[in-house]
């Protein structure tokens, strides 16, 4: 199975300011997700990133405040603009092997605070 | 709209007793349901789906078309089963990969 690591692990940052999270993979996949799942809270997905093209983005979010990279098969970012304590949840991207069945793997999570 | 619901926040059980984790779910099309796993201060993992029809860990899940319930069993529990456990639903098959997520139940085995 895929390995995913995220960078960081965890931040504490101020209001109005953003914050880039990093997902790398171990082997290259088409398919990868952002979720986010804030206190006590289920995961909910942000966007879907796919390599080569605009990333999509679920309802209540918006690029502006949340803009994705996927430069290559291995890596994406997540960038939390402008943010506000509503912001602070921990953050995971997760991936779906090319080749398999299908299921998705999940990086540790980045855990984000907002003062 | 897909819709995933585990209807229990809290499943506490003593240890060697019977679980059952429920989770519901609503989807027009041919579901690919998953359980998912969280132990504390771990990474989410995969740990079972519909399709494999394998045990792991003892947990085994029957997809019921007909209740669209995907219910998580273990005959006995142990103490290490004692983690969060979401359970979540791929529209693989329509298109939309992303899993939807249940609000997950926390099993707590006690001794």
């Known amino acids: 199975s895929a390995v995913i690591s995220q960078k960081p692990s965890r931040d504490i940052c101020q209001r109005g300011t953003s914050l880039t999270i990093q997902c790398q993979v171990d082997?290259?996949?088409?398919?990868m997700f952002w979720y986010r799942q804030q206190p006590g809270q289920s995961l909910t997905l942000i966007a879907t990133a796919n390599q080569g093209s605009e990333a999509t983005y679920e309802s209540g979010f918006v690029i502006d405040k949340f803009p994705i990279s996927r430069p290559n098969l291995t890596f994406s970012t997540l960038t939390v603009s402008n943010m506000s304590p509503e912001d602070s949840s921990i953050y995971l991207c997760?991936?779906?092997?090319?080749?398999?069945?299908?299921?998705?793997?999940f990086g540790p999570g980045t855990r984000l605070t907002v003062t | 709209a897909q819709r995933v619901t585990q209807p229990e926040k809290l499943l506490s059980v003593f240890k060697g007793a019977p679980v059952e984790l429920k989770c519901n779910y609503s989807y027009s099309g041919s579901p690919e349901l998953f359980w998912y796993v969280q132990y504390s201060r771990q990474r989410l993992q995969l740990l079972l789906r519909?399709?494999s029809r394998e045990s792991i860990k003892g947990f085994t899940a029957d997809l019921n078309k007909g209740e669209t319930s995907f219910h998580l069993k273990k005959p006995f529990a142990q103490e290490e089963d004692s983690a969060m456990y979401y359970c979540?639903?791929?529209?693989?098959?329509?298109?939309?990969?992303?899993?939807?997520f249940g609000s997950g139940t926390r099993l707590q085995v006690q001794p």
């Open positions: 997760s991936v779906e092997e090319d080749r398999g069945p299908g299921e998705q793997y």
């Open positions: 519909h399709i």
């Open positions: 979540a639903l791929s529209g693989r098959g329509t298109g939309r990969r992303a899993l939807t």
């Open positions: 082997s290259q996949v088409t398919m």
